[in-house]
């Protein structure tokens, strides 16, 4: 019989797509590291947990709900999610995380020899799925740490699809004000989709911050991404969403997976937006304090640091990012190395309860008090 050659039949652009490994489960990190716990500063997750609501649901819901499909369309957290942000339920398409509907849409509107457009050091989720589907992802280089618009308008051309907004940006926190964003918006002047991710708008306390939603009314060719992943801490149950024109949503349901999002996350989510919004509260005066936390360590160590908008800071190391990880994993303390993200030699710190802010603080000191003596010896 004729050896079966699976790379025969793998498109080129598959072939030439390298796999992103995801971290170790903590357990694993925790032995290979020899520590006895380990406080997760990786990815961004809310540390005080879901809000009240959410725990309260969980341990609620009973087994009989396990054997049954569940809202294949997430018929009744749509409902949830238009009275609050008084739009239509027609409006919503939820899914297993936003990093799903990502895929949706890039399903919806990209044919090969299509492009999409978006910046080089930025959540790399839309560049991903764009080449692995064998779509051209045009990266914009960071101006001063922000979306450059007038260099993404630059790159338009008539095989544009989608241009990709993150708001504010991960990692680097910087955004676009309400002003910026509709001029951006009005000069796009409908030639393509524009996605404006919202992952990490709950953070947001600036006033002149651009509301997604409000865009939605006005502009027939904007998409939002939110997630339930980042503010309401229902990371593990991986539910996002979007939200656009109802002409559009209808679109984008045609690539969408129906029945991806489970019936536990479809409750826990609706039931975080029941919350009388002290929770919210409560996490952004949390994050305000770690970050100014960590802009005092990093004054006094004098390091160049971005502690902008979102749940996270980044802090330029003197030495490799791989090496700063590993250190601070002996001493249970997990961060996001940042060479792979096109920040050589940057972390990316998630902002957490004080002590564990203080922990961080006293052990990072540590290791560069350490790092400067070899370096001077
Ligand atoms: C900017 C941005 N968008 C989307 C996501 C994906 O979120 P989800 O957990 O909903 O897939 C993340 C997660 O880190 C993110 O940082």
Redesign the pocket.
């Known amino acids: 019989m004729k050896a079966f050659d699976a790379l025969s039949l793998v498109p080129p652009h598959v072939q030439a797509f390298s796999p992103y490994y995801p971290s170790k489960p903590d357990p694993v990190l925790m032995e290979l590291y020899g520590v006895s716990r380990l406080h997760r500063l990786n990815n ?1 997750e809310n540390a005080l947990g879901p809000p009240p609501e959410v725990a309260a649901l969980i341990e609620a819901i009973s087994p009989g709900t396990v054997p049954v499909y569940p809202n294949g369309d997430c018929y009744d957290l749509r409902g949830v999610l238009a009275d609050k942000y008084s739009m239509t339920a027609e409006q919503f398409l939820v899914g297993n ?3 799903e509907v990502i895929g949706s849409v890039i399903k919806a509107f990209c044919t090969e020899g299509d492009n999409i457009i978006t910046a080089d050091k930025t ?1 790399a ?1 839309y560049e991903w799925v764009a080449e692995f589907s064998g779509i051209e992802a045009k990266l914009i280089p960071l101006r001063h740490s922000t979306f450059d618009p007038q260099a993404m308008l630059d790159a338009i051309d008539p095989k544009t699809k989608i241009l990709f907004v ?1 708001n504010p940006n ?1 990692p680097t926190g910087t955004y676009w004000d309400s002003a910026t964003m509709r001029d951006f918006l009005d000069q796009v002047n409908n030639r393509a989709l524009v996605v404006i ?1 919202e ?1 990490y708008f709950e953070y947001v306390e600036e006033t002149d911050f651009p509301d997604g939603m409000s865009l939605v009314e006005n502009y027939s060719n904007v998409v939002v ?1 939110r ?1 339930f ?1 980042k503010m309401y801490a229902l ?1 593990a149950l ?1 539910i ?1 969403y979007l939200c656009a024109s109802p002409e559009l949503v209808d679109l984008i349901r045609r690539t969408h997976i129906v029945y991806s999002v489970n019936t536990l996350a479809q409750r826990a989510a609706a039931a975080a937006l029941s919350n009388d919004g002290s929770f919210v509260t409560a996490t952004r005066e949390m994050v305000r304090a770690a970050r100014a936390r960590l802009c005092c360590l990093f004054d006094d160590l004098n390091l160049e640091y971005l502690a902008n908008q979102g749940n996270y800071v980044m802090v330029r190391l003197p030495v490799s990012d791989t090496l700063m990880y590993r250190k601070l994993m002996t001493s249970g303390i997990m961060v996001r190395t940042m060479t792979g993200f096109r920040f050589p030699n940057w972390i990316r710190i998630s902002l957490v309860q004080p002590p564990v802010m203080e922990e961080f603080c006293r052990i990072f000191a540590a290791v560069m008090t350490d790092f400067k003596a070899r370096l001077g010896g």
């Open positions: 961004n995380g936003s990093c959540f989720v993150c991960n991710d992952a991404f997630t992943s990371a991986r996002g």
